[in-house]
Nanobody
Framework: QVQLVESGGGLVQAGNSLRLSCAAS?????????MGWFRQAPGKERDFVAS????????YYSESVKGRFTISRDNYKNTVYLQMNSLNPEDTAVYLC???????????????????WGQGAQVTVSS
């Protein structure tokens, strides 16, 4: 089993920054995994935000966050980060961390590829 725990969410004003963390643990978790961040706003579907492969050499971003958000990982700490800059009210959502243990080298944006999910961290951006 794998456990993913997000932290770092909160309430911020537009234009400010937040950094989310996702701590992974569990007997079957390894650094050889793709990791991703998704978000879900009230009344909307879950959307892809960013992802990376096992060593962070390949990253993907949605068009809406490209240039503002940065995904990274520390494999010694089994932690994935999402640095979010220039936040705007449209970024308000629950942000979920996800792990794909079946693949590790190329990364993936496809929600169906992710096997494990965290509970989510609320990010609220006020105007």
């Amino acid at each position: 089993q794998v456990q993913l725990v997000e932290s770092g969410g909160g309430l911020v004003q537009a234009g400010n920054s937040l950094r989310l963390s996702c701590a992974a643990s569990g007997r079957t978790f390894t650094k050889y995994s793709n990791m991703g961040w998704f978000r879900q706003a009230p009344g909307k579907e879950r959307d892809f935000v960013a992802s990376l492969n096992w060593d962070g050499s390949i990253t993907y971003y949605s068009e809406s966050v490209k240039g503002r958000f940065t995904i990274s990982r520390d494999n010694y700490k089994n932690t994935v980060y999402l640095q979010m800059n220039s936040l705007n009210p449209e970024d308000t959502a629950v942000y979920l961390c996800a792990a794909d243990l079946d693949s590790w080298d190329l990364g993936t944006m496809a929600m169906v590829d992710y096997d494990y999910w965290g509970q989510g961290a609320q990010v609220t951006v006020s105007s």
